[in-house]
């Protein structure tokens, strides 16, 4: 168990509402990222933060933001939601003290759909 | 773009024969490699890592890297249907961010 827990498991919203997924861990490690899984596409990472208030962004960050104002938690939003955002979104840990090399520990997903 | 290509399967092997997962990647100044496994509707979950070339092994799996043709592989001996599922081939290439997924390759063990 990675200690991390992403809210809301699942979330059904209309276009141009914004959304908020929110991602917590227990361990204060310092890497945190958020990526998108889609079929035929894979995961990508949205945006990533290596401690309180530093984020910086992924390959498909337009239309997201995120946030983190505490070691812990770490916040996925969307702005004005679109269909084209309908995914899995996970959120995932680095361990390693130093720089993150890719060994990642995943939440267990938030699956979001954008009507 | 770094790319990072996987056979999108589904690859079909009989219980306790050997699976063989590929994968390719285009930047060639990649330093380690990573085999997730995901279940259907699960998250990945780390299964190998491998920095240097060679074969390192752990249990049933063994994950070999070839830098020179770009190429890593995993081995999995001994296939259970337990390892049904996909496999996701990862490359990071030195920086922060800098964490490129394949597409997954699906496998299922036939009993």
């Known amino acids: 168990d990675a200690g991390i827990t992403q809210s809301p498991r699942h979330k059904v919203t209309e276009t141009g509402t914004p959304v908020t997924l929110r991602c917590h861990q227990t361990e204060n490690h310092r890497y945190m990222y958020w990526y998108r899984q889609d079929p035929g596409h894979g995961l990508r990472l949205i945006h990533y933060?290596?401690?309180?208030?530093?984020?910086d962004k992924g390959e498909v960050s337009d239309g997201y933001s995120v946030s983190r104002s505490k070691t812990e938690d770490f916040l996925l939003t969307l702005e004005s939601a679109t269909s084209s955002q309908t995914s899995v979104y996970f959120c995932?840990?680095?361990?390693?003290?130093?720089?993150?090399?890719?060994?990642?520990?995943f939440g267990e997903g938030s699956r979001l759909t954008v009507l | 773009q770094k790319e990072v290509e996987q056979n999108s399967g589904p690859l079909s092997v009989p219980e306790g024969a050997i699976a063989s997962l590929n994968c390719t990647y285009s930047?060639?100044?990649?330093?380690?490699f990573f085999w997730y496994r995901q279940y259907s509707g699960k998250s990945p979950e780390l299964i190998m890592f491998i920095y240097s070339n060679g074969d390192k092994e752990d249990g049933r799996f063994t994950a070999q890297l070839n830098k020179a043709s770009q190429y890593v592989s995993l081995l999995i001996r001994d296939s259970q249907p337990s390892d049904s599922a996909t496999y996701l081939c990862a490359v990071w290439g030195g920086s922060q961010g800098n964490l490129i997924f394949g597409k997954g390759t699906k496998l299922s063990v036939k009993p």
């Open positions: 930047d060639r100044g990649s330093q380690s």
């Open positions: 995932a840990i680095s361990k390693t003290s130093g720089a993150s090399t890719g060994e990642l520990f």
């Open positions: 933060s290596y401690g309180v208030k530093d984020t």
